[in-house]
């Protein structure tokens, strides 16, 4: 559980206990009864088991809330709830409402029960996809709506198995789109509803008006575990593109370009001379034998759109990316200094993982800057080592920032290597200082931040 704030919960929509065993608005005409009685039957209750670790059956209260499980391994059973895609018995759901289970139930709302296989599971979306072992003639699967399609304030139906009760239907508004930096997932673009949703609900539908599927229901922020009103679902668009690759690979090979990426605030703007009207996605590094590298991608270059479509935020870009999949070619339209400028680029296969340093440097002192409220050491041998940085690396080390400085406000962290002021390289802190003499007002600094590269505007 990820917590919001002191009383606010962030929780994922599946019940557990343990026991000792494309469509447009304003074309679409709304009948919810219609609606919710044909959807219900495209909507599954999941139940899982699967047999806990034997140091947990070790645990006196364990034991104790268990009723004494006489030596056997303790099962923990989870209720979530999915979706009928296909009439073979194709079943989308959450990673979390399936992961780690031995056994895999489905219960239709006419009261069937069957057993489902686990096809594939991707972890970083929360997407997992299930089938019916034998499924019977007549499954009504509910047809894949257009996510990118739904406007502000579109009605709604959500339907699950909340607390495990069985097949339930509530009613609500699109609340927003696109949500992210939510770490529920490593890819995010969630869409916001206020339709009641509480655990149990997880992998459940998200239909519109035509009893389209546009979301897979996931998480909902909370005081209590139960409903207070915000709710994610993963857009179909995201989830039945992870689907298919899912079955017909067993995997998901995402799109992988090779750079660093940040917003674009307005001093940053400012700075790179784009118009007020425009927004894009910083690039403040590339990597070496990359997709980007290979094409002409350089940092400072700020991408506008990609194929057509415009990007608004980081994990805009990355979804889009990730979702092209490798080997895709991709029409990448960017500014670089004042100019607009197009490239064609053929995507890589994203790496399994990607070494990410939480090292934590000691500089020692060698210089302050107090006109920017922070204090600064040359890269000694030393500092190289504790940074993992080669020696063909320049800059100077953040060493401590004041509270109340320029620095502080504009985000820098103790640890950050500076390795180019106004476009400038950065040898060692005279360099830094000179610099900044010469600054008239603003300072654009690059600095590398573990494996990030970022751009900061003091």
Sequence with gaps: MKHFGPLLSLVFLVSSTVLSQPTHAGERSFSVPDIAERSVQGVVNISTTKRLDERF????????FQGRSQGRRPLANSLGSGVLIRDDGLILTNHHVIAGADTIKVNFADGREFPAILVGQDPKSDIAVIRLETPPDGLKPIKLGDSDALRLGETVLAIGNPFGLGHTVTMGIVSAKGRANLDITDYENFIQTDAAINPGNSGGALVISQGELVGINTAIYSRNGGYQGIGFAIPSKMASSIMSSLVEKGRVDRGYLGVGIQAVDSKLSKRFGLDSKQSGVLINYVGRNTPAGEAGLSAGDIILSIDGERMMSPDGLRNVIALKGEGTK????LWRRGRSKTLSIKLGLLPDSERVSNRAPTPKPAGHLNELGMQVADLEPGLRSQLGLGASIEGVVVQSIHP??????????????????????????????????ESADELLLRIRRGDARLFVVL
Aim: glycine share 8%; net charge positive; charged share 30%.
């Design 57 to 64: 059956s070790r645990d006196p209260l364990l034991r104790w």
């Design 330 to 333: 991709v029409s990448v339209n």
């Design 404 to 437: 109340r400085g320029r620095s502080h406000r504009a985000g820098l962290q103790p640890g950050d290597v500076i390795v180019r002021a106004n476009r400038k390289p950065v040898r060692n802190v005279d360099g830094l200082k000179a610099i900044v003499t």
